[in-house]
């Protein structure tokens, strides 16, 4: 079963504004990871943030990660037309096992 | 509806013995996408298939690894004479358009 939950289930902005999608997990957790995934294409690793991180960033990305609340957000700035596309959480609970969300699709208007 | 079924969950291989990995994509789902998972990174992609058909294979290691997707069945991961290197997580997800995957619970490989 998927563990993590994106929200929202879609989202759509102009190009230029910040896109903010968030995750929520159950269990305990040794690190999250945000991926992409472009129409017809696999996924593609973004950012991994350790259970013991609160922040990281990466180019025009920022991803937070509060345990206490079981939640992380991904954040892109500046977005551009070619960040189309959708983004999945995915957790590594203790046992090492990844989860999945059903991710967020971004749609980014020129 | 069942999720993206994967079997077995666990399997343990000695050096130069063939590993199989099974992936039941969800109904109605005709793509289906393989990844590798090492310890503490992210996922890699391997190979897209849609039915009796490779899509892109460029993740695949160009020896020993090969993949199926046939017309009935589940798709197939095959690693021929395992090595230590192959320990890793093996995960597959489908879809039934190309836009959105769902994931299975992985096959952890293990190799002595």
């Known amino acids: 079963s998927q563990q993590g939950e994106e929200d929202p289930q879609a989202l759509s902005i102009q190009e230029g504004e910040n896109a903010t999608m968030n995750c929520s997990y159950k269990?305990?957790?040794?690190?999250l990871q945000w991926y992409r995934q472009n129409s017809g294409r696999g996924l593609v690793h973004l950012i991994l943030?350790?259970?013991?991180?609160r922040e990281k960033h990466s180019g025009r990305l920022r991803v937070t990660l509060d345990t206490s609340k079981k939640s992380s957000s991904l954040l892109i700035t500046a977005s551009r037309a070619a960040d189309t596309a959708s983004y999945f959480c995915?957790?590594?609970?203790?046992?090492?096992?990844?989860?999945f969300g059903a991710g967020t699709r971004l749609t980014v208007k020129p | 509806n069942a999720g993206v079924m994967q079997n077995p969950r666990h399997l343990v291989r000695r050096r130069g013995q063939e590993a199989r990995l099974r992936c039941s994509p969800m109904?109605?789902?005709?793509?289906v996408y393989w990844y590798r998972q090492l310890p503490e990174e992210g996922l890699k992609f391997m190979v897209y298939?849609?039915?009796?058909?490779?899509?892109?294979e460029s993740g695949m290691p160009k020896e020993r690894f090969s993949a199926e997707f046939p017309k009935e069945g589940p798709s197939i991961l095959r690693i021929q004479q395992v090595v230590r290197g192959d320990s890793a997580a093996y995960f597959c997800?489908?879809?039934?358009?190309?836009?959105?995957?769902?994931f299975g619970p992985g096959t952890r490989l293990t190799v002595l």
């Open positions: 997800a489908s879809s039934p358009d190309r836009d959105r995957e769902f």
């Open positions: 269990t305990s957790i040794n690190n």
């Open positions: 943030i350790r259970s013991n991180e």
């Open positions: 995915a957790t590594a609970p203790d046992n090492n096992d990844m989860r």
């Open positions: 109904k109605g789902h005709s793509h």
């Open positions: 298939l849609q039915k009796e058909n490779i899509i892109d």
